[in-house]
């Protein structure tokens, strides 16, 4: 089945550890983003790609890196440069504009 | 200014009435226009979309656009116990690099059984 899939479910990050969150999709979609959501808020958008070896700053994207090496994937590193990450991260996925966003299940990030 | 704003609630509303959701955004050059469900940890999913100004109607959801405004609205009629959920509103916008979608904080909705 066509899809977006996140992993891990549940990620659990230490004091100055960076730690990276999967995004993989099989929709053939161009564009890939990346959103923050805490509790009781909207998504904020963290990094978003059109093409491969492309990617833009969302409005959050300080504390976080990303890359676009394949169409299928776009990996995000919550650096420890980050200081506040714990909060609930969805992936999601568009074949264009104008189209509806396909997101994934998402990852809950917390800070031991 | 928030970019997209919206009511975060709680809109409380009795089973089999009207519940009326809005949203206003900032950027007049945004094309199209989102409206999302999220259930407590769970993804969002799409509702109804407009690119238009005026309604759309899609079984028991009426969204509105008017775009000399800046502002869409989600009608939902016939409201059911099972529509307690978040809406989120989502305006989209081209940048540079491709399809900007910006959402609200979201409004939390509540139908009383």
């Known amino acids: 089945d066509g899809g977006i899939t996140q992993s891990p479910k549940y990620l659990f990050r230490k004091e100055g550890q960076n730690v990276t969150l999967s995004c993989e999709q099989n929709l053939n979609h161009d564009a890939m983003y990346w959103y923050r959501q805490d509790p009781g808020q909207g998504l904020r958008l963290i990094y978003y790609s059109q093409i491969v070896n492309d990617f833009q700053k969302g409005d959050i994207a300080e504390g976080y890196s990303v890359s676009r090496e394949k169409k299928e994937s776009f990996p995000l590193t919550v650096t420890s440069a980050q200081k506040n990450p714990t909060a609930f991260y969805l992936c999601a996925s568009r074949p264009t504009g104008n189209e509806k966003l396909f997101f994934g299940s998402g990852t809950q990030l917390s800070v031991l | 200014q928030k970019e997209v704003e919206q009511n975060s609630g709680p809109l409380s509303v009795p089973e089999g009435a009207i519940a009326s959701l809005n949203c206003t955004y900032s950027d007049r050059g945004s094309q199209s226009f989102f409206w999302y469900r999220q259930y407590s940890g769970k993804s969002p999913e799409l509702i109804m979309f407009?690119?238009?100004?005026g309604d759309k109607e899609d079984g028991r959801f009426t969204a509105q656009l008017n775009k000399a405004s800046q502002y869409v609205s989600l009608l939902i009629r016939d409201s059911q116990p099972s529509d307690s959920a978040t809406y989120l509103c989502?305006?989209?916008?081209?940048?540079?690099?491709?399809?900007?979608?910006?959402f609200g904080a979201g409004t939390r909705l509540f139908v009383k059984a």
């Open positions: 989502a305006v989209e916008s081209r940048r540079t690099g491709g399809f900007k979608t910006i």
């Open positions: 407009i690119y238009s100004n």
